[in-house]
């Protein structure tokens, strides 16, 4: 199995001048391949007896004139010279694709386009032959010793690095070839779980009945426009618009930082004492539609949860159920499977008139997705040729 593990690099001002100078090559030598892929590519087209462009290509033509022309690429790995050239070609054989493949607009990948220094991110990659580790220690090629925040966690080959910067951090993250053995979870049980805005998680067990949400992005709003109304006053490119925006950038980490873990302990915790795990498949896209919950809901990270649980649930060999997106899990009494179609989103408390049961909206919907293989055989609910939820 493949894994990546991601630390913080803490690098001193040498350290952090070499990986400027290597994200530096790797941003220039893809814009060079991008031009002259889009140079040979209008060449083709007027005339197909020459050649279409790929990226073996042409990294064999900066490598001809590299040594004359560019030689302060040498003072760093050499793969920040050729790895862009492999990305470049992957990136449009994946356009390619999509191109000619029938899917809607929104899902088809982007053209790639040009890197601006300050615009994009800064990285580059390192191959498995120039990557030792020692400790907490890694060797960066041309470079030395870089200290790092934490030890890798995993046993394996490593097969490649990269080195990246997030506001003013530098971080490596590695990929690595484990053979990972299976962790058992701690119970046999099954949990449905309910995300929400006001509370993340309302899960179905009786230990923790909600998992509360931070809204980190909620909490730092009111900071991050006042630095943007700042920002825009600013000269730009001064170095009091670079400062501020660089503390805008180390803010938006901040909240970004605050919500993974939150999702990390989420995932983990399921992960571990459930063996079967049921959520929603939520329409996330549908829901960010919604103008006056856009910004509460990007701020739960709904897709982040599913792919944390996704992985983390295979790891312990468990269960990922995913219920169907037209299941009517807020609708539908827990007690007696009974579909309420008139309950509104203000209506917080479920009453149910057949049975009389009196419960938590969302913890109603949570034992729903827990008894999800239940309420779908009881009778009370199916799926329409057109998806649409039916009643029985």
């Given at each position: 199995m493949k894994l990546a593990f991601k630390t913080q690099l803490f690098a001193n001002n040498k350290q952090r001048a070499y990986f400027a100078q290597a994200c530096g090559v790797a941003r220039f030598c893809w814009n060079w391949g991008l031009a002259e892929w889009d140079k040979q590519y209008h060449a083709h087209l007027q005339d197909t007896s020459m050649p279409?462009?790929?990226?073996k290509a042409l990294k064999k033509c900066l490598n001809a004139i590299k040594k004359t022309e560019f030689p302060w690429m040498y003072q760093v790995t050499k793969y920040a010279a050729q790895q862009p050239f492999i990305f470049l070609d992957k990136a449009f054989e994946v356009w390619f694709k999509d191109m000619k493949s029938g899917k809607p607009k929104h899902l088809k990948k982007a053209r790639p386009k040009f890197k601006k220094k300050g615009k994009c991110i800064d990285s580059f990659y390192v191959g498995g032959d120039q990557v030792k580790v020692n400790g907490s220690k890694v060797k960066v090629p041309n470079l030395g010793w870089v200290t790092m925040a934490e030890p890798i966690k995993y046993g394996g080959t490593i097969k490649n690095m990269t080195i990246s910067r997030q506001?003013?951090?530098?971080?490596?993250?590695?990929?690595?070839?484990?053979?990972l053995c299976m962790l058992p979870s701690k119970s046999q049980a099954r949990c449905g779980v309910d995300l929400?805005?006001?509370t993340l998680a309302t899960l179905s067990n009786g230990d923790i009945a909600s998992w509360p949400t931070p809204k980190p992005l909620t909490t730092a709003l009111r900071k991050l426009k006042r630095h943007q109304r700042r920002l825009a006053k600013k000269v730009k490119g001064s170095n009091g618009y670079k400062k501020l925006k660089m503390t805008i950038a180390r803010l938006h980490k901040r909240v970004a930082d605050i919500r993974a873990n939150t999702l990390h302990q989420l995932t983990n915790y399921l992960s571990k004492h459930f063996s079967e795990v049921v959520i929603e498949d939520l329409n996330v896209k549908g829901?960010?539609?919604n103008s006056n919950l856009a910004r509460s809901i990007a701020d739960i990270g709904a897709y982040e949860f599913r792919r944390q649980l996704t992985y983390k649930v295979a790891w312990r060999e468990g269960t990922l159920t995913i219920a169907d997106r037209w299941f009517p899990s807020s609708k539908l009494c827990s007690g007696c499977y009974t579909k309420h179609?008139?309950?509104?989103?203000s209506d917080r408390v479920f009453r149910c008139p057949n049975c009389g049961l009196v419960e938590d909206r969302d913890k109603n919907a949570s034992i729903n997705l827990e008894n999800y293989s239940t309420a779908c055989s009881a009778g009370n609910y199916?799926?329409?040729?057109?998806?649409?939820?039916?009643?029985?």
């Open positions: 279409k462009p790929n990226g506001a003013n951090k530098w971080f490596v993250s590695f990929a690595i070839d484990v053979d929400g805005i006001k829901m960010m539609k179609p008139n309950l509104k989103l199916a799926v329409g040729d057109d998806g649409s939820a039916l009643a029985a």
